[in-house]
C-alpha cells in the first residue's frame, strides 16, 4: 500500500478492476494485494471469461490488469475487443516476458503500464496508484468539460432568448 496513498485516505479506490490470469496461485496473491486498493476486484481465469464479463459489464470496469499469455486468445486479442468496445479503459499488463514485439503491441495499444513478473509490491503499487490518479484526472476533465459545454448550451439559448425580446420590442 503507498504510503502517499494512505497518508491521504485514499484506499481502497471507488473504482472496479478486472484481473486476467490463468494460475490460480498468482490469481489469487495478486488478487488478494488488490482488494488493498479497489473495492471491487474481478478475477477470472481466461481471456473468453474476460471478455465476456467485460461485455456484460463495460460501464462498470474501470481498469483491465492481465497476463498475456492465456489459454484460447491471449491477452493482446482480448484487450484489442475490450479497446474496441471502450477507447477510453485503462488497461495494465502483468507479464513474464518483455519482448520488443510485445510492448511495441502494449503500446499500439495505449496500455498505461507493462508490469514485470515476479511480483514487485512497490512497484506494482507505483504502477497502480500512477493510474488510478491518471484515471480520476481524466474523468474529472471529462465532468468538467460536460460543464463548460452545459454551461455554453444555457448561455447560448440565453442570447438566443433576450435577443428574440429585443426585436420584440422594436
Known sequence: MSEKAEREGMLPFPLTIL???????ARELTGF???DYFTRVISVETG??????FVRQEESIDIVLTDLSLPGFDGFEMLR?????REDL??????????????VQAIDLGVEGYLLKPFDPARFDKVL??????????RERMRYQQR???RLRELEEECGRRKREGDELR
Open 19 to 25: 484481473y486476467v490470469e490463468d494460475e490460480r496461485e
Open 33 to 35: 494485494f488488490l482488494e
Open 48 to 53: 473468453e471469461e474476460a471478455l465476456e464479463l
Open 81 to 85: 475487443r475490450m479497446r474496441r468496445r
Open 90 to 103: 485503462s488497461i495494465l499488463i502483468f507479464s513474464a516476458y518483455a519482448e520488443t514485439s510485445q510492448l
Open 129 to 138: 496508484v500512477g493510474t488510478v490518479d491518471r484515471l480520476l484526472a481524466r
Open 148 to 150: 463548460l459545454e452545459e
